[in-house]
């Protein structure tokens, strides 16, 4: 299909980068529902696990907070949110950490804590809520988020969960033996980290995207890989498959009365 | 040992201005009919214990009751960011706040550790991240046996913890369900312990026999308020106002309408307004 927008492309290529044999710690927003995508197309036995101790769930529509009780209900198990952190995300159970970011930068170090100085904020963030601790027990990390340059900045103002660093062997050097970020997907392009320098590279763009559109939109000096890939469109299965979850999702979540 | 008495009587035997508290409830259960009637009391100075101080603590907040948070997301979950609370760390309005900030993972291993009686909570974290460079509550041990330096934190042992859960039975024993969140081990962490539930019946003859989580000698107090979480929910109950935590992002907004929305919604109003507030939910 050609018909679809940015966001969709990019909900949908980081749907594909999952598989059935993935265990996936979910954080809220746009890695939700491109494991939802996902589980409902190409990854039916995508296990998927939200903070808030559910494992295995299978939601109708999206969750607007991480502890909805529809993940409970869909759940195989759920668990106190001890035992979520310590025995299944420290124990080394969880293969893919799925999160958004505030800010990002070429390691895919990220900030979701503070704009500004920590103890003088020009703006307050929400903070790291799981992250710190999905980045770095979680196999492997995938990062999604929308391409703008106060987003994808040359340094972060804050460093609330750690990617590679400054780069290089920084993670190993730190004692931490997980991957890291391995995959980043905008709503422009797919990146990868450079093997040895571990910066993100693009490897993908999305149809009718130019290498200008995406540094443009990036605040550093992008690097683009030498066999540069287009990003197949979206199928008319993936693009249904999440504007029908995306409209589940919009009716349930304006039900409720306010207060 | 659990005795069953009114909320503002539970609130005020318990808490006392100055105290340490958390109140529990990982976006399910969360005590808010509790929170209201703490601030009907004007209890103040408190330092607050959540992991996501999420509206209850944003009341707070805004009413300038609390001094200090110790919290691991101030977000409005699903919705966006902590207006009131911004306004108190950015600007000092009502008043200061310091803060304590933690992972979610630190914050669920320090109730643990106070559950389990230990002084500190240990566990693998925080690595590469810049929050112990602000927290100087995050230090490091070496583990004796490999070498692994490992982080360490203070427990949490708050003088009382407040919770909400589905039902109590006619002794005092407690049933959640659902997402468990950190209640059982917040509770257990805790000096008192008060329980807001939904109902009390005879007995749980024929419930699972897992579902109980607090043993009635373990808690402090027992008060019925029937829509006690909303706009929060209660599993098999009632399900999440999504709509009021949306409003609430343009409430807390705004300094004058979040006072005027605390007095008609809170400071002249009872307990009993929640089973109201959940009807259709």
């Known amino acids: 299909m050609t018909d679809f927008t940015p966001t969709e492309m990019m909900t949908i290529a980081a749907s594909r980068a999952l598989t059935s044999k993935d265990v996936c710690f979910v954080g809220i927003g746009a890695p939700s529902a491109a494991c939802n995508v996902a589980r409902l197309t190409h990854a039916p036995d995508i296990t998927l696990i939200y903070e808030s101790g559910t494992i295995g769930t299978a939601p109708d529509v999206l969750p607007l907070s991480i502890g909805d009780g529809e993940l409970c209900e869909t759940a195989v198990s759920t668990v106190a949110v001890p035992e979520m952190f310590r025995y299944w995300l420290q124990g080394g159970r969880i293969s893919i950490g799925f999160l958004g970011a505030a800010q990002i930068d070429k390691f895919g170090n990220i900030n979701t804590t503070v704009i500004g100085d920590y103890h003088k904020p020009k703006v307050r963030l929400p903070g790291g809520g799981g992250a710190p601790e999905i980045a770095s027990s979680c196999g492997e990390i995938y990062i999604t988020l929308k391409q703008a340059t106060r987003s994808m900045v040359e340094k972060i103002d804050f460093f609330t969960s750690f990617g590679h660093g400054e780069g290089g062997d920084h993670r190993e050097r730190l004692g931490i033996t997980t991957k890291g970020p391995t995959l980043l997907i905008t709503d422009l392009a797919i990146w990868k980290p450079d093997p040895v320098t571990k910066e993100f590279t693009v490897v993908s763009l999305h149809a009718g995207v130019t290498r200008e559109m995406v540094q443009e939109t990036c605040g550093w000096t992008v690097k683009f890989a030498d066999d540069l890939e287009e990003t197949p469109v979206p199928t008319t299965e993936e693009l249904t498959t999440l504007r029908d979850l995306n409209e589940r999702t919009k009716i349930a979540h304006a039900g409720g009365k306010a207060a | ?281």
């Open chain 2, 1 to 281: 040992m659990g005795k069953v008495i009114p909320l503002d009587q539970a609130v005020r035997e318990n808490l006392k201005s100055g105290d340490t508290v958390a109140f529990e409830g990982f976006t399910h259960l969360i005590p808010h009919a509790a929170g209201h009637e703490v601030i009907r009391q004007g209890i103040s100075d408190l330092t607050l214990v959540r992991m996501t101080p999420d509206i209850i603590y944003d009341q707070m907040i805004g009413m300038g009751l609390a001094k200090k948070v110790i919290f691991s997301y101030a977000g409005n979950p699903g919705v966006g960011l902590l207006r009131r609370m911004r306004d108190a760390i950015e600007n000092g309005y009502p008043r200061t706040i310091e803060t304590i900030e933690h992972s979610h993972a630190a914050m669920a291993n320090a109730y643990e550790a106070g559950a389990a009686g230990l002084p500190c909570a240990i566990f693998r974290g925080y690595k590469g991240a810049d929050l112990p460079k602000v927290n100087p509550d995050i230090k490091s041990v070496i583990c004796p046996f490999t070498g692994e330096e490992l982080a360490a934190i203070p427990a949490h042992r708050p003088d009382v913890t407040f919770i909400h859960a589905q039902k109590a039975n006619e002794k005092g024993d407690v049933l959640i369900e659902g997402i468990v969140g950190v209640q059982k081990e917040a509770a257990l962490a805790a000096k008192r312990v008060v329980v807001t539930v939904e109902e009390i019946v005879p007995d749980f003859k024929g419930l699972h026999p897992n579902l109980t989580v607090l043993p009635h000698w373990t808690v402090t107090a027992i008060s019925v308020v029937k829509g006690g979480a909303h706009p929060s929910y209660t599993h098999g109950y009632y399900a999440r106002d999504n709509a009021a935590y949306l409003e609430w992002d343009k409430v807390s907004a705004d300094r004058d309408l979040f006072d005027q929305w605390m007095k008609d919604n809170v400071l002249s109003a009872t307990p009993e307004v929640f089973a109201e507030r959940i009807k259709g939910l």
